[in-house]
C-alpha cells in the first residue's frame, strides 16, 4: 500500500537522530564517496531484479534442488551485500524504500550521504539513458 510507504518516509525524514545527521551545522570530517569495487557492486545491480532480494520459498528450494540451484546474487560481503540490496531497491523504486532497509544500510557502516549519493547516480544513469532514445 502507497500510504504505507508514504508514513515510513516521514517518520525516516522526522527522526529527531536522523535530523541532526542531515543537518548542515553538524560537522563532516571527509565528503561520502564509493570505492571502485562498490561503485561496480552499484552498477551490477541495475540488472538484478527485486526478487534476488528474497529468500527463495518452498517452490523455489524444490526446483533449485530438482534443476539445480538457480544463480545466486548475493555477495559474500556482509557489507557489500548491503550496498547491493540498496542499490537494487533504489534502481528500481527510487527512495522509496522503507525505514528497515535503511536502517540495515547504516548498520552496515554507511551514512546518510552515501545513501544520498547513490540515489543521485541512479537518478544521473536513469535520466540521460531515458534523453538519449
Do not use: C
Request: glycine letters at 6%.
Amino acid at each position: 500500500m502507497a500510504y504505507l510507504a508514504v508514513n515510513e518516509a516521514l517518520d525516516f525524514a522526522l527522526a529527531p537522530s536522523r535530523v541532526a545527521a542531515l543537518s548542515p551545522s553538524a560537522p563532516k570530517a571527509k565528503p561520502a564517496g564509493f570505492s571502485a569495487l562498490e561503485w561496480s557492486v552499484v552498477m551490477l545491480a541495475r540488472h538484478d531484479r527485486p526478487s534476488s532480494l528474497r529468500e527463495p520459498g518452498r517452490v523455489g528450494r524444490l526446483l533449485g534442488a530438482i534443476f539445480g540451484d538457480s544463480y545466486n546474487r548475493r555477495l559474500a560481503d556482509p557489507r557489500l551485500e548491503a550496498l547491493r540490496r540498496m542499490a537494487v531497491l533504489t534502481w528500481h523504486h527510487g527512495y522509496a524504500v522503507t525505514t528497515v532497509q535503511i536502517d540495515a544500510f547504516l548498520a552496515a557502516g554507511f551514512t546518510t550521504d552515501h545513501y544520498d549519493l547513490l540515489g543521485r547516480r541512479v537518478a544521473d544513469v536513469l535520466s540521460t539513458r531515458l534523453f538519449r532514445k
